[in-house]
């Protein structure tokens, strides 16, 4: 899911190109890369900044129409500082800084973090994702499950998010990197509780079975819209039944393992469709859901069709928790991982919109 809106800022290039254009998509000869340019990443395969090439026609963000719920602090403070002096000296990509995420100051200082784990160039280009992307031709950082879990350890977490880019450049989509990821992590730090946010593997349900066999405790894959709006917000190579797939095939797979999904709104979608979704995730299994506003990252991304209010997040919430779902952490800066280790709680992740109010999670 998508986070923070452009800013207008640029951003520093290691290797700057000399050519003018890549087929057809303009590269910036300077050191700064504008957001949907194309730049050379210090393993040297090229990528495009935030994923989605800039064109003429990209309609300019209408920032003043933002309502004050969904107005985070800018990050700040000495935890901050800390944690992502930790994420640059192992040469960690969080999914935090990468999709721009408006809880990251308040996630941070309270010393927890989600790591992106296989880098930050995704092959896919999902038109809602700020993340670069690119052909990574195969790289991978050998030392990263190890690095991964010693940041986990001088972090002091009790529960980590693991997400990754798409990597379809790999045979296996990079399960098995993944899972040397949960494994390295849980042997160091065996009180550690792990979930996974998975790519999709394209739907190969025996690389996710390496993935949810790992040792992991929660086990996600988002669907991300609803099915109508499937294309064109996610990427050509995901789908909508194919998510569907990988969450009913984990949680039949290993049926301890916490199976999780979320859904951005504010796309276009209808209150029918987002019931229509619901029961989808819950006929395949689906124990949590998270759902938020959707934010538009850059020009290049799609508009925002609304503004979901935090009352109507509370009776999406209200509606979900009918269908059974243990938990739907629901209100407009939530996202796949906000809050990850209190979704049990039952209390909307400690928000105060939409709590349950009896003790032991009844109606």
Aim: net charge neutral; proline share 6%.
């Amino acid at each position: 899911m998508c986070f923070w809106e452009y800013n207008g800022s640029s951003f520093a290039e290691p290797q700057a190109l000399k050519l003018s254009t890549f087929k057809g998509i303009p590269i910036v000869p300077s050191d700064p890369v504008r957001s949907g340019g194309k730049y050379r990443t210090p393993q040297g395969f090229t990528a495009i900044k935030d994923g989605i090439k800039a064109t003429a026609s990209a309609q300019l963000l209408n920032v003043s129409r933002k309502p004050q719920w969904l107005r985070a602090p800018m990050p700040a403070g000495k935890a901050f500082d800390a944690v992502r002096a930790t994420v640059k000296e192992h040469r960690l990509a969080t999914v935090c800084e990468e999709a721009k995420c408006p809880n990251i100051g308040e996630c941070w200082n309270a010393g927890t973090a989600t790591l992106m784990l296989m880098g930050a160039v995704c092959t896919r280009a999902c038109r809602f994702c700020s993340v670069d992307t690119g052909n990574p031709r195969g790289w991978l950082d050998v030392e990263e499950p190890a690095n991964s879990a010693r940041t986990v350890a001088l972090m002091k977490l009790k529960y980590v998010v693991l997400t990754s880019v798409n990597r379809d450049d790999l045979p296996d989509g990079g399960a098995a990197h993944f899972a040397a990821c949960v494994r390295e992590i849980k042997r160091l730090n065996p009180q550690t509780a792990v979930e996974a946010l998975t790519p999709d593997f394209q739907g190969n349900l025996n690389d996710v079975e390496v993935v949810v066999s790992s040792g992991l405790d929660v086990f996600a894959q988002n669907v991300e819209t609803v099915r109508r709006l499937t294309h064109p917000v996610r990427d050509a190579r995901a789908g909508y039944e194919q998510t569907l797939s990988v969450l009913a095939h984990a949680k039949e797979f290993m049926p301890h393992v916490l199976t999780k999904t979320s859904l951005m709104l504010g796309l276009g979608e209808t209150d029918a469709e987002i019931l229509e979704a619901m029961q989808d995730m819950r006929a395949s299994g689906v124990d949590i859901l998270t759902l938020g506003q959707y934010l538009r990252p850059t020009v290049n991304h799609l508009p925002i069709e609304r503004w979901v209010s935090p009352e109507e997040f509370a009776a999406y919430r209200e509606q979900a928790l009918k269908l059974g779902f243990l938990e739907c952490v629901s209100g407009p800066l939530v996202r796949s991982s906000y809050r990850a280790e209190r979704a049990l709680e039952r209390n909307n992740a400690g928000l105060g919109v939409g709590e349950r109010r009896t003790a032991d999670g009844g109606r």
